[in-house]
Nanobody, 126 residues
Framework: QVQVVESGGGSVQSGGALTLACEVS????????MGWFRQASGKERDGVAS????????YYADSVKGRFVLSQDNANNRMRLQMNDLKPEDTAMYYC???????????????????WGHGTQVTVSL
């Protein structure tokens, strides 16, 4: 069973930056996608960004394009999400997830991902 652990959340003022990290057990055995999702209070969980090993592509939600950067730290078995120019609407619990079996559908479809972390809170104030 692949284990996923997030870290790096916190509080920041609008316009600030944070970097989230996602440590994935068996990182180098992941053949599919590893992604970030977020869930604001009272809202559904939405895809933020994902890197898919099989296609070697990185995907971003429109709301974060140009501000967030997803990268792989292969030496440390983790994935990082650099979040810049943060806005109050970025406030949410952020979850990392890994896909461990084939799936046909959008990168942002939660059902694609089989292993989830417990989340890390990001709060952006005015």
């Amino acid at each position: 069973q692949v284990q996923v652990v997030e870290s790096g959340g916190g509080s920041v003022q609008s316009g600030g930056a944070l970097t989230l990290a996602c440590e994935v057990s068996e990182y180098h055995s992941i053949k599919y996608c590893m992604g970030w999702f977020r869930q604001a209070s009272g809202k559904e969980r939405d895809g933020v960004a994902s890197f898919c090993v099989d296609s070697d592509r990185t995907y971003y939600a429109d709301s974060v394009k140009g501000r967030f950067v997803l990268s792989q730290d292969n030496a440390n078995n983790r994935m990082r999400l650099q979040m810049n120019d943060l806005k109050p609407e970025d406030t949410a619990m952020y979850y990392c997830a890994a896909q461990t079996r084939p799936y046909i559908g959008s990168w942002a479809d939660e059902k694609r991902y089989t292993s989830w972390g417990h989340g890390t809170q990001v709060t952006v104030s005015l």
